[in-house]
């Protein structure tokens, strides 16, 4: 990514994130509170890994703070590839236990690529994460990537994606990559559920999303 163009994110983020991070602490945080909020506040000069490692870092340990209705996490690969400024959804999901009962707050993300511009009236399924890894590209390039139990459970989520898919963007698209990965840090093997989803039809030329929806 150009400078100039994670320059222009890094403002962005810094005017609609930093906000959310301080209000957490409150008007007179005390020193120890002032330390810790400096970690998680983003940088005049801070890397688009650094930005984003501290942005996952305040959503691990402030779950319940209204960030992700604040909008201030970005999509995947935003800050990473050519493709931020492409019409996103960010369907984030939450862990269940065999149940159903939630557990812990929406940690696992799947992004789809140049997603319808209406919003969603269902959930994407429930699926088992795991280390085997989908990436089916789209015409112009653009991925969704997926990491579950096993194929069935991927093919399961990425057939359901590509229905929400911009249908230009399905004429030439293919299947890159279907098979087992990770086999020395695999993926902990987990049911998730899916419980809100975020369209950002400018990327991250515009932070705050065009819709949320929650289930």
Known sequence: MPTRDWATIRQGLIANYNPKVTAQF????????QASMNQLLIQSRDSS???QSRIALFNLEYPS???DDAYAV?????????EYHRAQAIYQFVEIDNTGKVIGSPKYRITIPHHNSTKPTTALPNYQRGSWEIIYVLSDNSKITIHSLDQDNGMLILNAAKALVDSNYLIGAYLSK????GSTTPIAQKIVKCRMAKFYSTGVLNVFPDWLVKW
């Open 26 to 33: 409150g008007a007179t945080p005390t020193a120890a509170q």
């Open 49 to 51: 890994l650094i930005a």
């Open 65 to 67: 703070s209204g960030t």
């Open 74 to 82: 970005c999509p995947d690969g935003w800050l990473l590839r050519p």
């Open 178 to 181: 279907s098979c087992l990965v």
